[in-house]
């Protein structure tokens, strides 16, 4: 019943690819790949943003906006 209530075009398609994308970043941080570690995490956050936006989900919306200002705070500091 909940699914029905959900925006569903392509929308499941973007949340597994961005997963993919955040799971890929897990691995190249562990791999110490940086920076293609961002590259993979921006991918996998714009793309729950987005999801975040087609549900009128404004929790999944707020972890990635602060995801990627922790990104952004990180590589200034560093």
Known sequence: MI????????????KWA????????????????????????MVGIAGWFIVGWRWNDNAIM????VAVAAMIFGMAAG
Do not use: C, E, K
């Open 18 to 41: 961005a997963s993919v994308a955040q799971i890929l970043g897990y691995g190249a941080t562990a791999m110490q790949a940086t920076p293609l570690n961002l590259y993979f995490f």
């Open 3 to 14: 699914r029905a209530l959900r925006w569903s075009t392509g929308t499941d398609t973007i």
């Open 62 to 65: 707020l972890i990635h906006v």
